[in-house]
């Protein structure tokens, strides 16, 4: 099983900048997919960035040139740059990874979600 931590969460005024970091740990598995999420309250979680191991990117359009997601394969771990930051930025940020337990045979493939880290961004 893969675990997930996020952080780098916290309170900004806006226009700031934060970073979010995701690290995935565990036994003999492979990740293809990294990807951002966010829960607004009183909202449905929606997708924010994604990245594939080879470094392909998409974003959701209400980040896009704002946010930028870069990841470590080496060290299994996504980031979230977050710059000019807006009240309406203000969620729970979720980190998900999509991959393989390579510890079977044939190889399962899992989807994993972090715990979560708070965004809030003061106007």
């Known amino acids: 099983q893969v675990h997930l931590v996020e952080s780098g969460g916290g309170l900004v005024q806006a226009g700031g900048s934060l970073r979010l970091s995701c690290a995935a740990s565990?036994?003999?598995?492979?990740?293809?997919?990294m990807s951002w999420y966010r829960q607004a309250p009183g909202k449905q979680r929606e997708f924010v960035a994604t990245i594939t191991t080879g470094g392909s990117t998409a974003y959701a359009d209400s980040v896009k040139g704002r946010f930028t997601i870069s990841r470590d394969n080496a060290k299994n771990t996504v980031y979230l740059q977050m710059n000019s930051l807006k009240p309406e930025d203000t969620a729970v940020y979720y980190c998900n990874a999509d991959g393989a337990d390579l510890g079977r045979f044939p190889p399962t493939p899992f989807a994993s979600w972090g715990q979560g880290t708070q965004v809030t961004v003061s106007s």
């Open positions: 565990g036994r003999d598995f492979g990740i293809s997919v």
